[in-house]
């Protein structure tokens, strides 16, 4: 049997490879696509700040999820459950 899966080099400049430190999301959809925004929350702040936007397709999003399903399961086999402290806030799109 062949194998299917093509390789696909991925660019990932300096700055990039940096990351971004997000300890929120905000999710809204319209019919054509997921908005993601990543955001910090400062303790005693009034606001979040928006530090990246991603927006795709509802399919891309569902694959997501599916990837994010399959390595939060990967995780804990490997360093044990994830403990999840108080309740998330409902408006920073975590359910």
């Known amino acids: 049997m062949q194998d299917d899966k093509k ?4 660019e990932l400049s300096a700055e990039q490879s940096e990351g971004i430190y997000a300890n929120g999301v905000g999710i809204s959809h319209t019919p054509s696509e997921f908005i993601l925004d990543f955001m910090r929350f400062l303790p005693g702040a009034q606001k979040a700040k928006v530090f990246a936007r991603i ?7 569902h694959i997501l999820k599916q990837a994010l399903e399959q390595h939060l399961q ?3 086999e490997r360093f044990g459950k994830i403990k999840i402290f108080g309740k998330p806030a409902k408006e920073i799109g975590f359910k």
Do not use: F, V
Request: aromatic share 8%; glycine share 0%; proline share 7%.
């Open 74 to 76: 990967k995780y804990e």
């Open 7 to 10: 390789h696909i080099d991925i």
């Open 55 to 61: 927006i795709m397709t509802p399919q891309n999003a």
